[in-house]
T-cell receptor
């Protein structure tokens, strides 16, 4: 069964600090992995998308890594801002099933003063 | 180019009524996906449609739920005889045709929050 697990479930950090969110998956055969940011009451917004051959990808202060061998990904947020407070969702797509993305339950990040 | 538009944003229905949720994909997108997000849970795939065709409805409950994406107009997710357990956020996403050769990206709407009372 395709599954995506994220940790931690929730996280509180001070503004300006860095943090790393983890994602483990068992989706097979693997096609791509995406990280989405979902603000409360809004739809998910894509941060990064990585295919099998990509190890790292950055989008501003967000850097995602992918280890296809261990089936792990991380999202590193640098110099956090209050606006980073949101849920961060790891989503994995299997080859040939572009229609079905397997979503993690997300990590709720709260950035405080 | 407007994003994926969903309406209404909030919908309240009494048990037994019908709920109709609308989704207008981004311009140029011919693929629509519906997802359901229960409180404290991740998004769950429901159905994948192209214009006038249901491609994959493996995530749809067998009864009371239906979806369509007509040649003209938005995609509609219809829930008949709603029950309290149908209360959730329903998200629509759209993507361009899969034959573009690129890794497809799906863009999400803001969701419709259905509350059944």
């Amino acid at each position: 069964k395709n599954q995506v697990e994220q940790s931690p479930q929730s996280l509180i950090i001070l503004e300006g600090k860095n943090c790393t969110l983890q994602c483990n998956y068992t989706v097979s055969p693997f096609s791509n992995l995406r990280w989405y940011k979902q603000d409360t009451g809004r739809g998910p917004v894509s941060l990064t998308i990585m295919t099998f051959s990509e190890n790292t990808k950055s989008n501003g202060r967000y850097t995602a890594t992918l280890d296809a061998d261990t089936k792990q990904s991380s999202l590193h947020i640098t110099a956090s801002q209050l606006s980073d407070s949101a849920s961060y969702i790891c989503v994995v797509s299997a080859t040939g099933t572009a229609s079905k993305l397997t979503f993690g339950t997300g990590t709720r990040l709260q950035v405080t003063l | 180019n407007a994003g994926v538009m969903q309406n209404p944003r909030h919908l309240v229905r009494r048990r037994g009524q019908e709920a109709r949720l609308r989704c207008s994909p981004m311009k140029g997108h011919s693929h629509v996906y519906w997802y359901r997000q229960l409180p404290e849970e991740g998004l769950k795939f429901m159905v994948y449609l192209q214009k006038e065709n249901i491609i994959d409805e493996s995530g749809m409950p067998k009864e009371r739920f239906s979806a369509e994406f007509p040649k003209e107009g938005p995609s509609i997710l219809r829930i008949q005889q709603v029950v309290r357990g149908d209360s959730a956020a329903y998200f629509c996403a759209s993507s361009p045709p899969l034959w573009t050769g690129r890794t497809t990206e799906a863009f999400f709407g803001q969701g419709t929050r259905l509350t059944v009372v």
